[in-house]
C-alpha cells in the first residue's frame, strides 16, 4: 500500500483479555518500529526490527508484550492480560534504511486501545 | 549514551510572533536529524530533516531548523506563528547503529 496501515483503529476490550494489533508496513521498508503513546505523553519506544535480525526488544514494559514479524512484512502486537494501564495509542512505523544512517519513520494512523 | 533533549515540554507564543522550540542531542558522530509534528488526535508527520547536507533546512508550513555541531543543537524555528501550529512537536534522532530515539515532544500553545 502506499503508506503504513494499523488494524484496528479503536479496539476496547476488557481487564484481562488478550489483544493483537497489526502493522503493514510499507513495502520494501526493512526498518519497523512499535511505539506507545499514552493521553498527553510523548512516545515510549517498544521493540524494533530491522531485516532478520534479531528484534530489539528493550522497550517491551513486561513479559505480558511480545511482537513477531515475518521477514519483511506484517508485524503483530500482542498484549496479553491486559490491563487498564495499558490504555494508549499503539503507534507502528517503517523506515527504508538502505545501509546508511536511519532514515525518514512513516507513521501509521495508530490503534487506539482502550481497557475498561 | 546516546541521547536527545527537548529543553522545554511547553512553549506559548502570540500569534505572529517567532517560535523557537529548542533541542539539543548527544554527539557520538554525526546523526540524522528530524522534527516530527504531531497535531491533536492526529497522526505524526515529519516537518523537516538533516542528513549532512546544508546547515539550514527549510521544512513544511515555513518552519525551518539549523544544525549546529558546536553546540549540538537542532532548534526548530517560524518566523511568525499561527494558530494552526498548536500542536506536540518531537525531535528525533538517529545514528549509524539504526538507534531512532525520540524527545519526550514540547507542547506549543499558540495565544490569540
Known amino acids: 500500500g502506499a503508506g503504513v496501515s494499523q488494524s484496528p483503529s479503536n479496539k476496547v476490550t476488557e481487564k484481562g483479555k488478550d489483544v493483537e494489533l497489526r502493522c503493514d508496513p510499507i513495502?520494501?521498508?526493512?526498518?519497523l518500529y512499535w511505539y506507545r503513546q499514552r493521553l498527553g505523553q510523548g512516545l515510549e519506544f517498544l521493540i524494533y526490527?530491522?531485516?532478520?535480525?534479531?528484534?530489539?526488544k528493550s522497550g517491551l514494559p513486561s513479559d505480558r508484550f511480545s511482537a513477531e514479524r515475518t521477514g519483511e512484512s506484517v508485524s503483530t502486537l500482542t498484549i496479553q492480560r491486559t490491563q487498564q494501564e495499558d490504555s494508549a495509542v499503539y503507534l507502528c512505523?517503517?523506515?527504508?534504511?538502505?545501509?546508511?544512517?536511519?532514515?525518514?519513520?512513516?507513521f501509521g494512523e495508530g490503534s487506539r486501545l482502550t481497557v475498561l | 549514551a546516546q541521547s536527545v533533549t527537548q529543553l522545554d515540554s511547553h512553549v506559548s507564543v502570540s500569534e505572529g510572533t517567532p517560535v523557537l522550540l529548542r533541542c539539543n542531542y548527544s554527539?557520538?558522530?554525526?546523526?540524522?536529524l528530524f522534527w516530527y509534528v504531531q497535531h491533536p488526535n492526529k497522526g505524526l508527520q515529519l516537518l523537516l530533516k538533516?542528513?549532512?547536507?546544508?546547515?539550514l533546512v527549510k521544512g513544511i508550513n515555513g518552519f525551518e531548523a539549523e544544525f549546529k555541531k558546536s553546540e549540538t543543537s537542532f532548534h526548530l524555528t517560524k518566523p511568525s506563528a499561527h494558530m494552526s501550529d498548536a500542536a506536540e512537536y518531537f525531535c528525533v534522532v538517529s545514528y549509524r547503529d539504526d538507534k531512532i530515539i525520540f524527545g519526550k515532544g514540547t507542547r506549543l500553545h499558540i495565544l490569540p
Open positions: 538533516y542528513t549532512s547536507a546544508a546547515t
Open positions: 513495502s520494501g521498508h526493512t526498518a
Open positions: 554527539s557520538s558522530y554525526s546523526p540524522s
Open positions: 526490527f530491522q531485516g532478520n535480525s534479531a528484534p530489539d
Open positions: 512505523a517503517s523506515s527504508d534504511l538502505g545501509g546508511g544512517p536511519a532514515g525518514e519513520l512513516f
